[in-house]
């Protein structure tokens, strides 16, 4: 099928890396510019433009589309996040920065961290392709959360909206306690399920057929290249970069199941996940930079739909703004309970803190 014009939007999301590569090079204040667009500009126009209604079951382009052109935007990430993370381990060395400019550095890279590195790669994780998932998995070496791989599509995907789901946030459980939980959570479930497969085939936890310990070796190898090439100054501004854009995934998961728990049928059972046990947003510019992430719902109906390709679920519970909007109000936990406890009701799928 042809490309259309409307298409095309998605060459937006390469705003973020395109931001932050100018501000490494202009210095100074620009070093906080990814920070001031992805967290300012966007929210703000996404709360004065409210979303167009969507048709229930329409695609973000269509159903049928398979342009290798979606397909290879994704692509694209890989050189760009490795590309632009060498241009900023590179800036740290030569450019002479203050405090202040490597902290706006460390920022706008680290949202091109969470944005091109684990959003990317989470959309890349869920394709059948292996080489594809290669891809994924390289990505989230650049991001160090190489474990993501194993513990997302094996654990979240079968636990969402459950208690036993380290990233589904709990009623009333502010970010801020939620984020050490998330963390830590993720990386026990990706060795429990690591050592289970394993088990089944026979063979030790402690093993190099381990995933996660393979993942652990090559970001060692990684960090080792780092450090050989751009000093400790390196390791620390590449990790520095890397915990801005865990925190920023870890509010999106916060963001997206907050408070819906699916109903326990019969003891340790619970019942099919359901269009409202995440929440969504059709804001515009929100779903382009994420790569429609913000129809969660769809997503997790199936997982391996291209973006491109997800549908508005109207069903779905839609959150007041997009998904940038949502975060910034996700870490000030006072706000966020008064503005989203009160819409948890009307969806039918709360419950209590557990």
């Known amino acids: 099928m042809p490309l ?8 937006l ?20 510019l990814t920070l001031g667009y992805a967290f300012g500009l966007v929210p703000l126009l996404e709360w004065l433009r409210p979303p167009a209604p969507a048709l229930p079951g329409v695609a973000a382009a269509t159903e049928t589309k398979r342009h290798a052109l979606f397909d290879g935007l994704l692509y694209l990430n890989v050189p760009l ?3 632009l993370l060498a241009y900023f381990l590179h800036s740290l060395q030569t450019r002479g920065f203050t405090a202040v400019e490597v902290a706006g550095a460390v920022c706008s890279v680290g949202i091109c961290c969470g944005a091109l590195g684990i959003n990317v790669a989470h959309e890349l994780g869920h394709r059948p392709r292996r080489w594809e998932q290669r891809l994924a998995q390289a990505l989230l070496l650049s ?5 993501f791989f194993i513990e997302h599509n094996r654990g979240h995907h079968r636990h969402v909206a459950t208690p036993a789901d380290p990233v589904t946030a709990r009623l009333h459980e502010g970010f801020w306690r939620f984020l050490p939980r998330a963390v830590l959570g993720e990386f026990r479930s990706a060795w429990a399920l690591e050592a289970d497969r394993l088990h089944r085939l026979g063979r030790p936890a402690w093993s190099l057929a381990n995933e996660l310990l393979q993942f652990q070796l090559a970001q060692g190898v990684l960090a080792g290249l780092v450090v050989a090439l751009t000093g ?11 915990a801005v854009g865990y925190v920023l995934f870890q509010l999106v998961n916060y963001v997206e199941h907050y408070g819906l728990l699916r109903r326990l049928t019969a003891p340790g059972r619970y019942e099919r996940v359901q269009p409202h ?14 790569y429609e992430l913000t129809r969660h719902s769809d997503h997790h109906y199936q997982a391996a739909r291209p973006y491109h390709t997800l549908r508005h679920q109207p069903a779905a ?32 799928a709360a419950q209590p803190a557990g």
């Open 13 to 32: 999301a390469y705003t973020l890396p395109l931001t932050a590569a100018a501000g490494l090079w202009l210095g100074g204040a620009a070093t906080w």
């Open 277 to 290: 046990h995440s929440w969504n947003s059709e804001h515009a510019l929100g779903r382009i930079l994420l």
């Open 81 to 83: 996040q490795f590309g």
């Open 143 to 147: 991001t160090w959360y190489a474990h």
């Open 232 to 242: 400790a100054a390196g390791l620390l501004g590449w990790l520095g970069a890397a």
């Open 317 to 348: 519970p839609q959150m007041p703004t997009g998904y940038p909007g949502m975060m910034l109000l996700a870490t000030v936990p006072s706000l966020w309970f008064r503005i989203m406890n009160k819409r948890i009701p009307a969806v039918g």
């Open 4 to 11: 259309s014009v409307r298409d095309l939007r998605y060459l």
